[in-house]
């Protein structure tokens, strides 16, 4: 008990449920991916056609949102494995885990403010990396399969 009386809680992360899994990473990551290919895919209309402009516009415009808001989501779920999941002991195991995190979150950023097939592919391949390691982590394998 504090001085107020109240009751105080240890946790050793921000949510003491202890349930953590980088599937939400992935499925943002695929997203991202997904909405990066059909940005690239789209094509303008001729010149002139007012209804055809106005659809490509307004699919661009979606298409960008999404792909930023899911990349964003990824950013939010890997710094919560990386903060709150990962801690000194794992770096025996994983050395190169910072830099994989540091690495993943500014590919997380870059896909944000750009339409990169490359950065879109190499997050995939980040996040991916990050499934090793946790799930090696806890001792267990766990296959890597993607909705797409």
């Known amino acids: 008990m504090n001085s107020s009386n109240d009751p105080i809680a240890h946790a050793h992360c921000d949510g003491p449920c202890g349930v953590y ?3 939400a990473a992935r499925i943002n990551a695929e997203a991202v991916l997904s909405m990066t290919k059909k940005l690239l895919a789209l ?4 010149a002139g056609d007012k209804e055809g402009m106005t659809h490509y516009l307004h699919t661009f415009t979606r298409y960008t949102q999404i792909k ?3 990349a964003q989501k990824c950013k939010e779920e890997l710094l919560i494995l990386w903060t709150d999941y990962f801690k000194n002991i794992h770096l025996e195991e994983f050395p190169e885990l910072h830099d994989t995190f540091w690495k993943a979150a500014k590919l997380c950023s870059s896909c944000k403010v750009e339409v990169s097939l490359e950065h879109a592919e190499e997050l995939m391949k980040t996040v991916k990396n990050v499934h090793i390691m946790f799930w090696k982590s806890k001792g267990k394998e766990a296959a890597w399969m993607t909705a797409s």
Do not use: F, H, I
Not at 43 to 46: R, W, Y
């Open 21 to 23: 899994d980088p599937a």
């Open 43 to 46: 094509e303008m209309p001729e």
């Open 68 to 70: 930023e808001e899911q």
